[in-house]
């Protein structure tokens, strides 16, 4: 079972391995599940000390080597929300190319709710998925009409906008309001599953959102989620993990299994 999932996670082994479950590393607590008002299996780190760990070495390898891109610069949450829309379908180096001349033309949620819609469509040219800039437009004219222009803050009232799904909301509330919101998106969710060395059947949407929540640092959520989802696009990669060179590689599960794979084979 263990080589299969260290095959399926990018990792090649040869010979027999040792079967492993997450569950010793995060485990349900019923008693949690009762007093936890968050959505998804209640779940607690088994070793606290991992996972102060992990977000103490992701922070600081962040804070060194994060990349630095031009919505990182901004706390105004709706420029923060047009590089979300433009990041869900897009590289990061095509938006880039296109956020600077978007809030060029459409500087506030007032200029974008008040254009016009063909002129959204031409500045989005190129972008693809034009159904992001609609949705983007029609939400802007939603926080004028329902929220007096008013930049929504919580989880309900900005997964109510069109476009906008707990990702998003997660991303906006943590990087513009510095709230204590997890993300959970393609490139972190890779990170927590090989980290905890999750086995397939958690590797559910909903019990990854429970470990991003569990996992999230309270007051840092803000620097936490773009060091998770930096690590996941340059260093926990799909294909080939570069675990050499990665922050967290000493406290990895899915590093540990392979090397317990390993030395059974050796033996
Ligand atoms: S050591 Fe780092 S890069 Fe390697 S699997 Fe673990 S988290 Fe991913």
């Given at each position: 079972m263990a080589r299969r999932y260290l095959n399926e996670l990018g990792f090649t082994s040869q010979g027999k391995g040792p079967s492993f479950l997450a569950a010793e590393f995060l485990t349900h607590s019923p008693a949690m599940a009762k007093h936890s008002?968050?959505?998804g299996p209640a779940i607690q780190p088994a070793h606290p000390s991992t996972v102060r760990a992990f977000q103490r070495r992701l922070i600081a390898w962040y804070q060194q080597h994060g990349r630095d891109l031009?919505?990182?610069?901004?706390?105004d949450p709706y420029a923060i929300l047009v590089s979300e829309i433009m990041l869900q379908q897009t590289q990061v180096s095509r938006a880039m190319l296109y956020y600077e001349r978007f809030l060029t033309r459409y500087p506030t949620v007032e200029e974008l709710a008040h254009a016009d819609e063909g002129e959204v469509r031409e500045t989005w040219e190129?972008?693809?998925?034009y159904n992001r800039a609609r949705n983007l437009q029609r939400a802007s004219q939603e926080i004028l009409a329902k929220h007096e222009g008013r930049f929504p803050k919580t989880h309900e009232d900005l997964t109510a906008?069109?476009?906008?799904g707990d990702y998003t909301a997660g991303a906006v509330r943590s990087f513009?309001?510095?709230?204590?919101a997890a993300i959970l998106d393609t490139n972190a969710a890779r990170v927590l599953t090989r980290f905890f060395a999750l086995p397939p059947e958690q590797q559910t949407n909903r019990f990854l959102w429970s470990v991003a929540r569990r996992v999230t640092p309270a007051g840092q959520a803000h620097v936490f989620n773009q060091a998770i989802m930096d690590l996941g696009a340059?260093?926990?990669?799909?294909?080939?993990?570069?675990?050499?060179?990665?922050?967290?590689k000493i406290r990895c599960r899915t590093v540990q299994e392979r090397r317990k794979v390993r030395n059974k084979e050796r033996s």
């Open positions: 008002n968050q959505a031009p919505w990182r610069r901004t706390r190129g972008l693809g998925y906008l069109p476009g906008i513009a309001f510095h709230q204590d340059t260093i926990c990669v799909a294909r080939t993990p570069r675990c050499a060179i990665c922050p967290v």
